[in-house]
């Protein structure tokens, strides 16, 4: 996982209400293809006009945001399907944040096995920092301060986040789950030989 | 301290404190497939990690299968490489797979149920939002991503956050009409599609109690629209009498243990939610969608709302028109949703001796290669055949447009999936989501029709 401790950028506002991850990748192109290359793909429906040229009136398209590493979503950004492919394509994009009321579950959980890290702050928050941004496009800067655990807007104001201390740190340091996971092998198996005896039926059914 | 199902399950998996509210949890079971299954094994093999309990994993393809009458797994090339890689990652590490055309074979979340791999009380993963279809058989299960999959199948744990819990009771008589499917379309429509975001839900009272487990199952899989991960129906006699004698059913001696230790799963009397929704059954009349969030939903007696001008653009409707008499192009039977046997049966009493209208491409696609048989044996193809719909091979088909099938752009779309997201049925494809029998009513009418008018 690509470590994160702090950006700094434009913030793009993308206010727009369940954008659900078969928005931000279709499944199409998912299929057959990597972890890599799905850039160019993120948000296509919304992104690219019927000939393929870019539509102008997609926030990402337009001048100052192009590339941005910081998005503005609204409720429930990223609901739906499972598919990690949405966040592999949202950083294929160059974005490392998503800041936004609320999240779909699952994406949010795949998010930190990525680097990507998703912010939740209020709605009101989020206008406001939109509302900097579009009132200097071009200077206004935002950061998000993982190690601070703070959002500070284009203004200044410093606005504290919060996050799981467990996914704040695998995220600060890069952190793979899996090995984490098998610093317990031991209570694992312990766990298993227990189980077993506990409940035989849920072990040979399936032996 | 009464505790509910879900604390009772999420606390006999712990196997360790992670803290901050994270728990390392114990997965009985892991289902892969095509998308995402042979890619999750290799990158797990390529870490040097192996699969950690190949027996409790089970694989099939559905995705990315052509569900064509008479397909075989060149028909969709795309898919046949999955399909290729899926094979070669479970022989190599002896997971079980349900290959195309044997009985077993099917959508993951038809199949699984279908085989007894989901029993109450255990923990499931698998890959796919729908996931939480299975939690209809008393169990708690979720999906995940790619890399969480890599994870349960290198550990057969995951580290999760326990989410908080909520109560969705369903009281009263079912109105005619009214199915499971129209019952959850009308809760989301009322909570909303964040309503369950960090939250497991039960769904409990009289009326789901009276619900069949094929019907649980579809009451269960559209909790991921309410942005719940988790929904769960407490395992009860039809549970049990449901999965009896299933090939991964506990047998013999361990049937009788396995009963004793599923009828304490149920939450406790006084069980405290930390969220509890009443619905009332007479409140629910036949359910159509209208926009592109499973949320954007009305009684198919109503009309558009006005409010969200791209999801009416994108659909193609106008405030304030009535749903009812809008002309439909296509109908999909199918999905993890509704594809079972009784959804079919469903579909197929509406039709009557009608045909389906000239201008409608219908398909009905079974969810497992033994639903399809099952129908089959009771000629409910002969009756969708007859009628003109098109009788399908088993797969995910036009629910997910990843196996080359898809609704044209512009089409109007009657299904009975899950999602009527932008472009989820094909680039432009407008989608309605409905009951068996409210779709199979549209296909005869060719609109938008209540589908109490039609039996």
Same mark, same amino acid.
């Given at each position: 996982?690509?470590?994160?401790?702090?950006?700094?950028?434009?913030?793009?506002?993308?206010?727009?209400?369940?954008?659900?991850?078969?928005?931000?990748?279709?499944?199409?192109?998912?299929? *057959?293809?990597?972890?890599?290359?799905?850039?160019?793909?993120?948000?296509?429906?919304?992104?690219?006009?019927?000939?393929?040229?870019?539509?102008?009136?997609?926030?990402?398209?337009?001048?100052?945001?192009?590339?941005?590493?910081?998005?503005?979503?609204?409720?429930?950004?990223?609901?739906?399907?499972?598919?990690?492919?949405?966040?592999?394509?949202?950083? *294929?994009?160059?974005?490392?944040?998503?800041?936004?009321?609320?999240?779909?579950?699952?994406?949010?959980?795949?998010?930190?096995?990525?680097?990507?890290?998703?912010?939740?702050?209020?709605?009101?928050?989020?206008?406001?920092?939109?509302?900097?941004?579009?009132?200097?496009?071009?200077?206004?800067?935002?950061?998000?301060?993982?190690?601070?655990?703070?959002?500070?807007?284009?203004?200044?104001?410093?606005?504290?986040?919060?996050?799981?201390?467990?996914?704040?740190?695998?995220?600060?340091?890069?952190?793979?789950?899996?090995?984490?996971?098998?610093?317990?092998?031991?209570?694992?198996?312990?766990?298993?030989?227990?189980?077993?005896?506990?409940?035989?039926?849920?072990?040979?059914?399936?032996? | 301290?009464?505790?509910?199902?879900?604390?009772?399950?999420?606390?006999?998996?712990?196997?360790?404190?992670?803290?901050?509210?994270?728990?390392?949890?114990?997965?009985?079971?892991?289902?892969?497939?095509?998308?995402?299954?042979?890619?999750?094994?290799?990158?797990?093999?390529?870490?040097?990690?192996?699969?950690?309990?190949?027996?409790?994993?089970?694989?099939?393809?559905?995705?990315?299968?052509?569900?064509?009458?008479?397909?075989?797994?060149?028909?969709?090339?795309?898919?046949?490489?999955?399909?290729?890689?899926?094979?070669?990652?479970?022989?190599?590490?002896?997971?079980?797979?349900?290959?195309?055309?044997?009985?077993?074979? !099917?959508?993951?979340?038809?199949?699984?149920?279908?085989?007894?791999?989901?029993?109450?009380?255990?923990?499931?993963?698998?890959?796919?939002?729908?996931?939480?279809?299975?939690?209809?058989?008393?169990?708690?299960?979720?999906?995940?991503?790619?890399?969480?999959?890599?994870?349960?199948?290198?550990?057969?744990?995951?580290?999760?956050?326990?989410?908080?819990?909520?109560?969705?009771?369903?009281?009263?008589?079912?109105?005619?009409?009214?199915?499971?499917?129209?019952?959850?379309?009308?809760? +989301?429509?009322?909570?909303?599609?964040?309503?369950?975001?960090?939250?497991?839900?039960?769904?409990?009272?009289?009326?789901?109690?009276?619900?069949?487990?094929?019907?649980?199952?579809?009451?269960?899989?559209?909790? +991921?629209?309410? !942005?719940?991960?988790?929904?769960?129906?407490?395992?009860?006699?039809?549970?049990?009498?449901?999965?009896?004698?299933?090939?991964?059913?506990?047998?013999?001696?361990?049937?009788?243990?396995?009963?004793?230790?599923?009828?304490?799963?149920?939450?406790?009397?006084?069980?405290?939610?930390?969220?509890?929704?009443?619905?009332?059954?007479?409140?629910?009349?036949?359910?159509?969608?209208? !926009?592109?969030?499973?949320?954007?939903?009305?009684?198919?007696?109503?009309?558009?709302?006005?409010?969200?001008?791209?999801?009416?653009?994108?659909?193609?409707?106008?405030?304030?028109?009535?749903?009812?008499?809008?002309?439909?192009?296509?109908?999909?039977?199918?999905?993890?949703?509704?594809?079972?046997?009784?959804?079919?049966?469903?579909?197929?009493?509406?039709?009557?001796?009608?045909?389906?209208?000239?201008?409608?491409?219908?398909?009905?696609?079974?969810?497992?290669?033994?639903?399809?048989?099952?129908?089959?044996?009771?000629?409910?193809?002969?009756?969708?055949?007859?009628?003109?719909?098109?009788?399908?091979?088993?797969?995910?088909?036009?629910?997910?447009?990843?196996? !080359?099938?898809?609704?044209?752009?512009?089409?109007?779309?009657?299904?009975?999936?899950?999602?009527?997201?932008?472009?989820?049925?094909?680039?432009?494809?407008?989608?309605?989501?409905?009951?068996?029998?409210?779709?199979?009513?549209?296909?005869?009418?060719?609109?938008?029709?209540?589908?109490?008018?039609?039996?």
């Amino acid at each position: 996982m690509e470590s994160f401790s702090s950006i700094t950028a434009t913030a793009v506002p993308f206010l727009r209400q369940n954008v659900d991850t078969d928005v931000i990748i279709p499944i199409q192109r998912l299929v *057959g293809t990597g972890r890599t290359g799905l850039g160019p793909y993120a948000f296509e429906r919304l992104r690219y006009l019927a000939d393929g040229s870019d539509n102008p009136e997609f926030p990402l398209n337009q001048p100052g945001y192009k590339g941005s590493q910081l998005l503005l979503a609204d409720e429930n950004f990223g609901c739906g399907s499972s598919r990690e492919g949405a966040v592999w394509a949202l950083m *294929g994009m160059g974005v490392r944040c998503v800041i936004a009321p609320s999240f779909g579950d699952i994406f949010f959980a795949n998010c930190f096995q990525n680097g990507l890290l998703p912010v939740r702050l209020p709605i009101a928050v989020i206008r406001q920092i939109a509302e900097e941004t579009e009132a200097s496009p071009g200077n206004a800067r935002t950061t998000v301060d993982l190690e601070r655990r703070v959002v500070i807007t284009p203004t200044g104001t410093e606005i504290p986040f919060e996050v799981d201390t467990r996914k704040r740190e695998a995220m600060l340091h890069g952190l793979d789950d899996i090995a984490l996971t098998k610093r317990h092998a031991e209570a694992i198996a312990a766990w298993r030989v227990g189980d077993r005896a506990a409940r035989p039926w849920a072990w040979d059914s399936v032996a | 301290m009464a505790k509910t199902m879900f604390d009772k399950i999420w606390d006999s998996r712990v196997v360790a404190d992670l803290g901050d509210g994270w728990s390392l949890l114990y997965l009985d079971r892991v289902l892969i497939h095509d998308l995402s299954g042979g890619r999750a094994i290799r990158e797990v093999l390529d870490a040097g990690h192996g699969v950690a309990e190949p027996n409790k994993v089970f694989a099939v393809p559905d995705h990315a299968v052509s569900s064509r009458p008479g397909r075989d797994e060149t028909t969709f090339p795309i898919g046949e490489k999955l399909l290729k890689s899926l094979r070669e990652t479970t022989g190599k590490t002896g997971v079980r797979l349900f290959d195309l055309g044997r009985p077993g074979h !099917g959508i993951v979340h038809v199949m699984a149920p279908e085989l007894g791999v989901v029993l109450p009380g255990l923990t499931l993963a698998c890959g796919d939002s729908h996931t939480c279809t299975n939690g209809a058989m008393g169990c708690m299960a979720f999906g995940i991503g790619a890399s969480e999959l890599g994870h349960a199948l290198a550990t057969q744990t995951l580290p999760q956050r326990r989410p908080r819990t909520m109560r969705i009771r369903f009281e009263g008589a079912r109105p005619p009409g009214v199915t499971a499917k129209d019952m959850i379309l009308h809760a +989301i429509g009322r909570l909303g599609t964040a309503a369950g975001t960090g939250y497991a839900i039960e769904y409990a009272g009289s009326a789901v109690e009276a619900l069949e487990i094929e019907e649980r199952l579809t009451l269960c899989n559209l909790s +991921i629209e309410m !942005g719940a991960k988790i929904g769960m129906v407490a395992p009860d006699e039809k549970t049990f009498a449901y999965l009896q004698g299933r090939d991964f059913a506990p047998k013999a001696a361990q049937w009788q243990a396995a009963i004793a230790d599923w009828r304490a799963v149920p939450s406790d009397p006084g069980a405290r939610f930390d969220v509890d929704h009443l619905i009332r059954m007479e409140d629910i009349a036949p359910q159509i969608t209208w !926009g592109t969030s499973p949320g954007q939903v009305a009684p198919i007696t109503g009309f558009v709302p006005e409010g969200d001008a791209a999801a009416l653009s994108y659909m193609g409707l106008e405030p304030g028109q009535k749903l009812a008499g809008t002309k439909v192009d296509w109908v999909f039977i199918g999905s993890c949703t509704n594809s079972r046997l009784s959804d079919l049966r469903a579909a197929a009493d509406v039709i009557g001796g009608r045909h389906v209208a000239k201008h409608v491409t219908a398909w009905v696609v079974p969810g497992s290669e033994t639903v399809k048989r099952e129908a089959e044996a009771e000629g409910l193809h002969t009756r969708f055949l007859e009628a003109g719909f098109e009788w399908r091979e088993p797969g995910c088909a036009l629910c997910v447009a990843a196996n !080359g099938e898809q609704v044209p752009a512009g089409s109007r779309c009657v299904s009975t999936s899950n999602r009527n997201f932008v472009g989820r049925q094909g680039t432009g494809a407008r989608t309605h989501l409905a009951s068996p029998a409210m779709a199979a009513a549209a296909a005869l009418a060719g609109a938008l029709v209540d589908v109490r008018e039609m039996v």
